[in-house]
C-alpha cells in the first residue's frame, strides 16, 4: 500500500509521485493489459467514445428490435421465464441506477451508463454521460470517472473523482447498488404480503398435479391438473418429494401405478415412465402442497417486509459461503452431494425455478423469488472480493483506518495494482463456479 497518489504507470521514466490531492496528468494511452486491470477495478469499460462514436442509426435499431423480439419469444415459450427475467434486468438495471444517482448527488463524475457488457449496441449522450445497451447480457456498470489510482483522468476532474471523495460519499456510492437491492426485496415482499399473504413452513393436507408436462406420459396416460395423489408405485404420497423420490427409482420405459383422487372419487393409472434428457425416469407431472399464508393488512405487511430482510440476508450469508466452497462444487460436479442447499445453482437453474412456482403459486410466487434473489445478490455484492462492491468498499474503509491512524490530517491511498493477483484469483473462481452450476443446471435440472 501507498500513502500518496503516484502516477498511474509505475514504470521506469514515469514522473515522480504527486502529492496527496494533486491532479493527475493528462491521461495516457493504456497498453492492453494496463486496460483490463483497469476494467476488472472499475467494474466495466474505461474507453470513452466520442459523439461520431456512439452506437446508432439502422444498426442499433435493428438491435435492439432484436433484443426486444427476443423477450417476445420468451414470453411465448414459458410466461414465467419471461416475468422472472423481466424482473431480473430491471433489478440490474435499478443497481446501477444507485451507483448512478449516488455518484452524481455526491459530485463525481459519471460518463458511462450501460446496461449489459461487451460490444456498444446503441447508445446516446445526455451531458456528459452516455447511455446504452451493449451485447452481453452478464449485468450492467456506471463509469465512474478515478475509481483507483490506476485509472487516468483529465486533470481537470480529478477533483470530480471516486478517490478524491471523502470516505462517507465513497461509502455511500460503492455500497448504493446493494442497498438499492434491498430496498426492491422489501418493496417485493410488500406487494406478496398484502396481495398473497406471507409464507409459512406449512401446508395443507395432500399433494395435487400443478401442472403437466405437454404431451408427456401423465398428461398421456389421462392425469389432470387438480388430481391429488394417494399413491405413487404403491408408496403413500404425503409431500411434493415423494412423487420425485418415488419415480426416481424406476427406469425410463418402466410402468408405474398412481392413484389419485379427482372429484372425491379414486383413480388408478398404470403410465409408462418417459426420460429426462439426463436419462432419469420421467412421469411429466409438477406436483405441490397448498401453502399456508398468513393475512397481513398494509401497516403489518409494510413491518414483515422491513424484518424479514434480516433473517433472509442471514441465509443468503451463508449460501454464498456454502456456493463458495470448492469442496460442495466438486462433490455436486462427481454426483456424490444431492444436498440442493450446497449446489451452486445459476440463473438458469433460478429460472427454472421461477417456472415451477409460477405455475403453483402464480405471480406472487415469481415476486417472491424475485425478492429472495434480490437480497441474495444484494449480501454476495458485498462480500469484500474484488472486483465486486465489498472489496471497494473494504478499500475505502482501509483507507479510512490508515488515515486515522495519522490523525486523519493526511488522506491516504491504497495501491490496489497490489491487488490485482487476488482479484484475478476471485474472477478465476467466480467464473468457475458460474461455469460448474450451469452445467449442473443444464444436465441435472433443480
Not at 212 to 221: D, F, I, K, M, T
Not at 280 to 302: C, D, F, K
Not at 350 to 358: L, M, S
Amino acid at each position: 500500500m501507498t500513502d500518496q497518489l503516484t502516477s498511474p504507470r509505475n514504470e521506469p521514466g514515469s514522473p515522480p509521485p504527486l502529492p496527496p490531492g494533486s491532479p493527475l496528468p493528462a491521461p495516457l494511452g493504456l497498453s492492453r493489459s494496463d486496460k483490463m486491470k483497469s476494467e476488472l477495478m472499475a467494474g466495466g469499460a474505461v474507453n470513452e467514445n466520442g459523439d461520431d462514436e456512439l452506437a446508432g442509426g439502422w444498426r442499433g435499431a435493428l438491435a435492439m428490435a432484436g433484443i426486444a423480439a427476443l423477450f417476445v419469444w420468451l414470453a411465448t415459450i414459458n410466461i414465467w421465464w419471461f416475468v422472472f427475467v423481466v424482473g431480473l434486468v430491471i433489478s440490474i438495471f435499478l443497481h446501477e441506477v444507485g451507483h448512478f444517482v449516488t455518484a452524481k448527488w455526491t459530485g463525481m463524475k459519471a460518463t458511462q451508463f450501460f446496461l449489459f457488457f461487451g460490444p456498444r449496441l446503441w447508445s446516446f449522450r445526455r451531458g456528459e454521460t452516455e447511455y446504452g445497451v451493449r451485447a452481453i447480457p452478464a449485468g450492467a456498470f456506471v463509469r465512474i470517472v478515478g475509481m483507483n489510482r490506476m485509472d487516468d483522468v483529465e486533470p481537470g476532474d480529478e477533483d470530480r473523482t471516486y478517490r478524491q471523495k471523502s470516505f462517507p460519499r465513497r461509502l455511500l456510492v460503492i455500497s448504493a447498488g446493494s442497498i438499492m437491492h434491498m430496498i426492491i426485496a422489501v418493496l417485493l415482499l410488500f406487494v406478496v404480503y398484502l396481495g398473497q399473504g406471507e409464507r409459512t413452513d406449512t401446508f395443507e393436507p395432500g399433494v395435487s398435479i400443478a401442472a403437466l408436462s405437454v404431451n408427456g406420459p401423465a398428461q398421456e396416460a389421462g392425469l389432470r391438473v387438480g388430481d391429488e395423489f394417494i399413491t405413487v408405485g404403491g408408496v403413500d404420497v404425503a409431500q411434493t418429494r415423494d412423487v420425485f423420490d418415488v419415480i426416481g427409482t424406476f427406469e425410463p420405459q418402466e410402468f408405474v401405478e398412481v392413484v389419485v383422487v379427482r372429484d372425491g372419487e379414486p383413480l388408478t393409472f398404470d403410465i409408462g415412465l418417459g426420460a429426462t434428457p439426463e436419462g432419469r425416469a420421467l412421469l411429466g407431472v409438477v406436483s405441490g402442497q397448498e401453502r399456508i399464508y398468513t393475512q397481513h393488512g398494509v401497516p403489518a405487511a409494510a413491518y414483515n417486509a422491513v424484518t424479514d430482510i434480516v433473517p433472509v440476508s442471514w441465509e443468503s450469508v451463508q449460501g454464498v459461503v456454502r456456493a463458495l466452497n470448492p469442496v460442495n462444487i466438486f462433490t455436486h460436479l462427481a454426483g456424490t452431494n444431492e444436498d440442493l442447499q450446497t449446489r451452486p445453482t445459476s440463473v438458469v437453474g433460478v429460472t427454472g425455478v421461477a417456472d415451477d412456482i409460477g405455475d403453483i403459486e402464480g405471480i406472487y410466487g415469481v415476486l417472491w423469488l424475485l425478492a429472495v434473489l434480490n437480497v441474495f445478490v444484494g449480501v454476495f455484492n458485498m462480500f469484500p472480493l474484488l472486483p465486486l462492491d465489498g472489496g471497494h468498499a473494504a478499500i475505502a474503509v482501509y483507507e479510512r483506518v490508515r488515515e486515522a491512524m495519522r490523525g486523519g490530517r493526511q488522506r491516504y491511498f491504497a495501491d490496489v495494482e497490489r491487488l490485482m493477483p487476488f482479484a484475478m484469483g476471485v474472477m478465476v473462481l467466480l467464473l468457475g463456479l458460474f461455469t460448474a452450476a450451469l452445467y449442473l443446471d443444464i444436465t441435472d435440472p433443480l
